[in-house]
């Protein structure tokens, strides 16, 4: 299973980015769980946000509100929608399948939110 990540760069406080996720390789992402994770250097990668099969949501609580994860199973996508971006949003944002017991990453995309 692959993942490749986009859609980061750079934003200002209060502006909005939108992380894609494209996943390959695996045959049955229905059944799979997704999520975003990020990390500040020196800091522990942390989860945001997650998604089910069900399409259930749980979500960090410094980005519920403001922060949407969906996914697409026909094109195997998992979108997160960021807005009202902070300083503190700042940092790599990563995708995470866990398919079978096993977990997969994609390669990082950077969100800097900076004026």
């Known amino acids: 299973v692959q993942l490749q990540a986009s859609g980061g760069g750079l934003v200002q406080p209060g502006g909005s980015l939108r992380l894609s996720c494209a996943v390959s390789?695996?045959?049955?992402?229905?059944?799979?769980?997704l999520a975003w994770y990020r990390q500040v250097p020196g800091e522990q990668r942390e989860m945001i946000a997650i998604?089910?099969?069900?399409?259930?949501?749980n979500y960090r609580e410094s980005v519920r509100g403001r922060f949407t994860i969906t996914r697409d199973n026909g094109n195997m996508m998992v979108y997160l929608q960021m807005n009202n971006l902070k300083p503190e949003d700042t940092a790599v944002y990563y995708c995470?399948?866990?398919?079978?017991?096993?977990?997969?990453w994609g390669q990082g995309t950077q969100v800097t939110v900076s004026s």
């Open positions: 995470n399948v866990e398919e079978r017991g096993q977990n997969y």
């Open positions: 998604i089910g099969v069900g399409r259930g949501t």
């Open positions: 390789g695996s045959r049955i992402f229905s059944d799979d769980v």
